[in-house]
């Protein structure tokens, strides 16, 4: 279970932290979303900042063993999945301007750490049901 463990707490860093350059970095490049009313936009940064916030709390609330946490984790990579599938899909949010070179590969990273995290989840929750021979 040590490295399942492991290999979740890795991937779960690097996906907060790919998030946070998505959510607070000019790096990635603005984008002018005129058809959003500002309700619709901020309910939009309140969710990712809370899938951030949840990660974080995955990080450090330790998933020390339980199979419950195995289950957000998959939940979890599911959200992440499909927010930056929408975002390269240009679902939402919908914008007429393309999207910035540094802004796609950043959203497909994302996509890359979402199915690596689904999966390692999974690999967690079969460690976890296992019971550790003594």
């Given at each position: 279970?040590?490295?399942?463990?492991?290999?979740?707490?890795?991937?779960?860093?690097?996906?907060?932290?790919?998030?946070?350059?998505?959510?607070?970095?000019?790096?990635v490049?603005?984008?002018?979303?005129?058809?959003?009313?500002?309700?619709?936009?901020?309910?939009?940064?309140?969710?990712?900042?809370?899938?951030?916030?949840?990660?974080i709390?995955?990080?450090?609330?330790?998933?020390?063993?339980?199979?419950?946490?195995?289950?957000i984790?998959?939940?979890?990579?599911?959200?992440f999945?499909?927010?930056?599938?929408?975002?390269?899909?240009?679902?939402?949010?919908?914008?007429?301007e393309?999207?910035?070179?540094?802004?796609?590969?950043?959203?497909?990273?994302?996509?890359?750490l979402?199915?690596?995290?689904?999966?390692?989840?999974?690999?967690?929750?079969?460690?976890?049901?296992?019971?550790?021979?003594?």
């Open positions: 279970m040590n490295k399942a463990r492991i290999a979740v707490l890795a991937i779960l860093t690097l996906s907060v932290i790919n998030l946070c350059f998505v959510i607070f970095s000019n790096l490049g603005m984008r002018a979303l005129p058809d959003y009313s500002p309700m619709v936009m901020t309910l939009f940064n309140v969710f990712l900042m809370t899938l951030g916030l949840l990660s709390w995955q990080l450090f609330a330790g998933i020390d063993g339980h199979l419950m946490r195995g289950k984790l998959l939940l979890l990579a599911v959200e999945f499909v927010v930056y599938m929408a975002g390269i899909t240009n679902i939402f949010p919908h914008s007429v393309p999207m910035g070179q540094t802004l796609f590969i950043v959203q497909a990273f994302g996509v890359l979402a199915v690596l995290l689904f999966a390692s989840a999974g690999w967690y929750m079969k460690a976890v049901s296992v019971p550790e021979s003594m």
